[in-house]
């Protein structure tokens, strides 16, 4: 259906099912020049992040190569980590060849004291990234990180060991930058957090790292440029998005991706960031009770096809699977013709073990289609920055199209406020007190249904 070939990637066919898809449907007219008011008019910003700007990016983190850094920590959470860490983790280790990266994302303890005390503070640069600068998660990170930094280093010397992306001027971290010695890169104002990965969020990590960001860059402008009117749009990215819609409406309300190529394993984790926290909304524009949302659910072949496939084929018919299929992969290896496999297993040998993949893949999906279930195939003819790139703007496009049609707001996350709140109130802020006391009466007890384990 969709051909970004160009870019090395396209989207194939979405619907087995004899259903015909809703192209030409005026709906998805409407949504799309919605859309494109909204990008003119300069209220979402994603639109123009494939033309960041990256040489002085690239510059500068060529500049850090040249010096004594081995390392950066990423500190940052949801869309300000998610994106750098899935691009990293799609690319060839010829494709990453800067500093070491390690991310710093959950709170959790023995996780984050791992990273403290394996990596050596010396020669480690320290990245934080927050968009709000309020971030729970990420404040309390970077606050141990400047500690274990100036501890070493002394506080003067402490300053050129800190990289700040943040908004250019509202938030606590960018008061913190204004009076600090710190390197900064600025967040578009106009761009969320899990719309941010074309912005410094995600490029200048990925420049220490070594990455081609001009490369993924490129990708991302060349699907854009081909699909720039609004029929091209609608074509491309609204069919494909109300596709969506149609399955969810006939009670196919979970979206499996399944990627068949370990590279794609955290594509899938930041494609599922977006899809959940832009679609899964309560109100729509006018202030109705909606409560919609598509749950996308991360699998990985061929190891799901041991573990969730069993469901997909004879579970409840509520999934549709979307499979990330690679045509070349950059690796191989041959099952060696001698000595003799079993007979049962003898036709393997000799063959490619991406031959063997790719008949698993075709296996599942033509399992699926014969049962009935819907399937996609998003096909990259290689993995590259480029093909990369064209995904990462295909699905914020798809995202921004199908919050459209939904009539709902697609670029905030209501629902992620009073968990926050609550954690503040129990953490001590005040005006917060509410909000713990609300915690309190929500705890779980034994009675209710907690199981205390040993
Ligand atoms: O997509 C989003 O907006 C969120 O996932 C944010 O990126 C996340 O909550 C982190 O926010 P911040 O960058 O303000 O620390």
């Known amino acids: 259906m969709l051909s970004y070939d160009s870019s090395g990637?396209?989207?194939?066919?979405?619907?087995?099912?004899?259903?015909?898809?809703?192209?030409?449907?005026?709906?998805?007219?409407?949504?799309?020049?919605?859309?494109?008011?909204?990008?003119?008019?300069?209220?979402?910003?994603?639109?123009?992040?494939?033309d960041t700007e990256f040489e002085p990016i690239e510059a500068w983190a060529k500049e850090r190569l040249n010096e004594q850094?081995?390392?950066?920590?990423?500190?940052?959470?949801?869309?300000?980590?998610l994106g750098a860490r899935a691009v990293l983790h799609s690319a060839l280790p010829s494709q990453r060849d800067g500093l070491d990266t390690y991310f710093a994302d959950n709170l959790d303890p023995e996780s984050v004291d791992r990273l403290f005390s394996f990596l050596d503070p010396e020669t480690t640069l320290v990245v934080v990234i927050t968009k709000s600068g309020t971030t729970i998660e990420t404040?309390?990170?970077?606050?141990?990180?400047?500690?274990?930094?100036?501890?070493?280093?002394?506080?003067?010397?402490?300053?050129?060991?800190?990289?700040?992306?943040?908004?250019?001027?509202?938030?606590?971290?960018?008061?913190?930058?204004?009076?600090?010695?710190?390197?900064?890169?600025?967040?578009?104002?106009?761009?969320?957090?899990?719309?941010?990965?074309?912005?410094?969020?995600?490029?200048?990590?990925?420049?220490?790292?070594?990455?081609?960001?001009?490369e993924l860059l490129a990708g991302a402008q060349a699907v854009r440029d081909r699909h720039a009117s609004a029929e091209a749009i609608a074509k491309a990215w609204g069919v494909a998005a109300a596709e969506h819609l149609a399955l969810a409406d006939e009670g196919v309300d979970e979206?499996?991706?399944?990627?068949?190529?370990?590279?794609?394993?955290?594509?899938?984790?930041?494609?599922?960031?977006?899809?959940?926290?832009?679609?899964?909304?309560?109100?729509?524009?006018?202030?109705?009770?909606?409560?919609?949302?598509?749950?996308?659910?991360?699998?990985?072949?061929?190891?799901?096809?041991?573990?969730?496939?069993?469901?997909?084929?004879?579970?409840?018919?509520?999934?549709?699977?979307?499979?990330?299929?690679?045509?070349?992969?950059?690796?191989?290896?041959?099952?060696?013709?001698?000595?003799?496999?079993?007979?049962?297993?003898?036709?393997?040998?000799?063959?490619?073990?991406s031959q063997i993949f790719a008949a698993e893949l075709q296996g599942t999906r033509g399992a699926l289609m014969e049962a009935g279930r819907p399937t996609s195939s998003w096909i990259f003819e290689r993995v590259t920055p480029r093909s990369v790139g064209a995904f990462l703007f295909s699905w914020q496009m798809i995202t921004a199209v199908t919050g459209e049609l939904l009539q709902?707001?697609?670029?905030?996350?209501?629902?992620?406020?009073?968990?926050?709140?609550?954690?503040?109130?129990?953490?001590?802020?005040?005006?917060?007190?509410?909000?713990?006391?609300?915690?309190?009466?929500?705890?779980?007890?034994?009675d209710a249904g907690a199981v205390q384990l040993l």
């Open 139 to 214: 404040m309390s990170q970077f606050w141990i990180a400047r500690q274990w930094i100036a501890e070493e280093v002394g506080e003067k010397r402490a300053d050129r060991h800190v990289v700040a992306i943040t908004d250019p001027k509202e938030g606590e971290l960018r008061k913190m930058v204004d009076k600090s010695g710190w390197y900064d890169f600025s967040i578009p104002p106009n761009v969320g957090g899990r719309f941010s990965v074309l912005t410094p969020v995600g490029l200048v990590p990925l420049a220490l790292a070594g990455y081609p960001i001009g």
């Open 69 to 81: 850094w081995e390392a950066q920590l990423v500190i940052g959470i949801g869309g300000s980590s």
């Open 255 to 353: 979206l499996v991706m399944m990627t068949y190529s370990d590279r794609l394993r955290d594509l899938v984790d930041w494609f599922c960031q977006l899809w959940a926290e832009s679609l899964g909304k309560a109100k729509n524009r006018a202030g109705e009770l909606v409560h919609v949302g598509i749950t996308p659910i991360k699998a990985v072949g061929v190891v799901d096809q041991h573990s969730q496939v069993q469901l997909y084929m004879e579970g409840p018919k509520n999934k549709h699977v979307s499979f990330l299929e690679v045509r070349n992969f950059d690796r191989d290896r041959i099952i060696p013709d001698s000595p003799p496999m079993p007979e049962a297993l003898r036709h393997l040998q000799g063959k490619p073990l």
């Open 9 to 50: 990637l396209y989207q194939a066919g979405m619907l087995s099912t004899d259903q015909a898809p809703p192209s030409g449907d005026a709906s998805i007219q409407r949504a799309v020049e919605s859309l494109q008011g909204r990008f003119e008019s300069g209220e979402l910003g994603f639109v123009d992040t494939p």
């Open 408 to 446: 709902i707001n697609a670029f905030d996350q209501p629902g992620v406020e009073l968990g926050k709140r609550i954690a503040h109130g129990l953490l001590g802020r005040s005006g917060h007190e509410e909000f713990a006391e609300l915690a309190r009466r929500r705890s779980p007890r034994p």
